[in-house]
């Protein structure tokens, strides 16, 4: 650009002034501003780029914060929604209350909660506190109680024994009678103390071959009716601990044999299928079933069908307690008369 003005200027120029040495010292000088606007340009060019820059950092900055708080309104406008009943107007969103307003809102609502929270932990520590001492009571009654039945079991015997000549069939019955609710008394405590110990115990977890358990198991299970009891082929190897899973199926088959009345045709199936994160069992009896009205409360401590002297209404209760400490669930479905099935399963 210099050079092409310095030539169109000799062009137009007359000759006396092209020989002039004041005319190079001119067009050095248009030159020089030239090349000082030239840099000046290029330094205006430079500080426009990092000023342009900075703004679209800034302006993709100022989207995202924008963004961001968009999406806290929007929260914000889904918890008043939400908290409507408390008498925040229906008809008001974030953008049109007084933010002053929707802050002391949250905050007595957090204050609030906070006392809740409170009262609730303080409900759940004395719960605890309870539970402790119930769980002791039931404990050191259960273990006063057996010297006692103890007692009783021993005089029946000698009565039986000693003046055998001297009772009467009447006598021999109420004898008969007391030793069968001795039994069941005895049998109550202890189903009361395996109840009240099954979370407190913390035995090691080993492999059970549940094959093994179950064939020693049903050696002492009472079966006078001679229950046909199956049981499945290749029953898994699992972690836990003998005295738990002994109590499960103990219970779970005790009573499919009780409340058979099939007779020589009664059957005991124990089931099992494998799960992704589970083990799933089914103890199942052909059975009188249980009706649809007990099925709810089956579970609850000392809940009884009716008519039902045979059990202590413990049982299931220990079964299903075992259950929740293997994170497991328990269900029973029947069919009155026809049989029952008690599906559970055990975490692998």
């Keep these: 650009m210099n050079s092409l003005l310095k030539r169109q200027i000799r062009k137009y120029l007359p000759e006396k002034f092209k020989s002039d040495d004041d005319l190079n010292e001119f067009l050095e000088a248009i030159e020089r501003s030239y090349n000082t606007s030239d840099e000046q340009f290029k330094m ?21 914060e924008s963004e961001a708080q968009k999406e806290i309104i929007a929260k914000l406008n889904n918890v008043i929604n939400t908290l409507k009943f408390y008498g925040l107007d229906e008809t008001n969103n974030l953008e049109e209350s007084d933010s002053l307003k929707l802050v002391d809102f949250i905050d007595n609502q957090t204050k609030e909660i906070i006392e809740i929270n409170k009262q609730k932990d303080l409900l759940l520590s004395n719960l605890e506190k309870q539970n402790a001492e119930l769980n002791d009571y039931a404990q050191m009654i259960s273990h006063d109680l057996q010297s006692p039945l103890q007692s009783i079991e021993a005089l029946t015997t000698w009565l039986k024994t000693d003046y055998q000549d001297q009772i009467d069939e009447g006598g021999k019955d109420i004898l008969r009678l007391i030793g069968e609710n001795v039994e069941k008394m005895d049998s109550l405590i202890k189903n009361v103390y395996e109840y009240t110990n099954i979370d407190k115990i913390h035995n090691k977890k080993r492999d059970i071959d549940l094959n093994d358990l179950l064939k020693s198991l049903l050696k002492l299970i009472k079966n006078p009716n001679k229950i046909e009891i199956k049981i499945q082929d290749n029953l898994p190897i699992i972690s836990g601990d003998t005295y738990r899973l002994n109590l499960l199926f103990y219970h779970l088959i005790d009573n499919a044999i009780k409340y058979n009345d099939k007779g020589e ?10 799960e992704k994160n589970y083990w799933k069992f089914c103890v199942k009896d052909n059975g009188k079933g249980i009706e649809n009205q007990y099925l709810d409360k089956i579970f609850n401590a000392f ?6 002297n045979q059990s202590s209404g413990i049982g299931l209760s220990i079964a299903k307690k075992i259950v929740e400490v293997y994170y497991g669930n328990i269900e029973i479905k029947s069919n009155p008369g026809e049989e029952t099935l008690v599906i559970f399963t055990l975490r692998k």
């Design 44 to 64: 205006l060019q430079r500080a426009a780029s990092i000023s342009s820059e900075e703004l679209f950092e800034s302006n993709q900055q100022l989207r995202e």
């Design 265 to 274: 045709n009664g059957l005991v199936e124990i089931l099992f299928e494998e």
């Design 303 to 308: 809940q009884k069908l009716n008519n039902d």
